[in-house]
Every structure is written in C-alpha cells, then in structure tokens.
C-alpha cells in the first residue's frame, strides 16, 4: 500500500510529498499500539496528518510483521485519522525485504548506496517507498513510554497545537 492511496472510505490520501516539504506533517516515534492509538487520536481531534515513524532500527529487533500490524490496528481503531507510516531497518537488507513483504508503504535503510539502489527499485515494483535517511522525530513517545493512554494523547496535542500547519 503507497502512501498515495486512502486508508478507509471516504479518507483523503497522504500526499506522498509532504515528507519531504518544509513544515510537513511530524513524525511522532512510536513504541507500542497505545503510542500509535494516541498519535492518531490527537491527529484527528486536531484535523493534521502525521507521520507514524518506528523507533531506529526497529525493523531489525522488533520485525516488519509487528510494525505493519502495529500499524493496521492503529488506523482500525482511529479511522479518522490521516497518517503515513516508515519502519526504520538501519542498515540491514534482509529487514527491508521482510518490510516489503509485510507491505510496510516505507521503509529506512541506512545501508550502502548500491544496495539501496537496488532495494529501492523493489520497493517501487511493490508500491512501497524506501528511504535513506528518515524524518527529524518531532516527539519521541519513549521520553513517556509508560504513559496512559490519556497523557500520551496530550502529549501528541500540544505538539499538533505547536506544529505548523500545511497550505
């Protein structure tokens, strides 16, 4: 699934450029499904898309499947939230491809150029996208990893409510 296409009826797609213009959409660092949950809840209330990015290296200890899962099961439980989503899989090819495979829409590798060059082609042919460096984290969700729900959710408000808006 690219970023270019809706996820869920009646939603507007994330524009795949917005990761990259100035003042786009932030990138909230995600640990755990009640990070996601909350980032989402507080994009929604505040009408903004955001950027789900996975912690680093992410893809390498905790998996593409639990991020693709993490990150179908966020966007389930907060539909009316606009997001994309990229998994962080350092340097490691071998974590990449399993992202692809899971169909994680974009993926980080840090590896070498040759190799990128050549995952990137395979991303595109799967309609996923693969980046070499990923977004400047807005908010880091571990400074409050054992947060409720609740203070997590303002946590991700007032940054939405600091963040600039997109025109």
Partial sequence: MGLLEPHGRGRRPFRRDALSEPGSAPAIVVHSLTHAVAALQAAAAAHRDIV???APGAGIYAGAGWFAALVEAAR???PAAQCAAILDCGGDAGAVQAALRAEVETVIFTGRADVAARLAAIAEARGSRLLTSGPQPALD???CFFADAETLRRRCADL???WPAIC
């Fill in 52 to 54: 789900l990015l996975s």
């Fill in 76 to 78: 389930a439980a907060v």
């Fill in 141 to 143: 969700l571990a400074v």
């Fill in 160 to 162: 939405l409510a600091r």
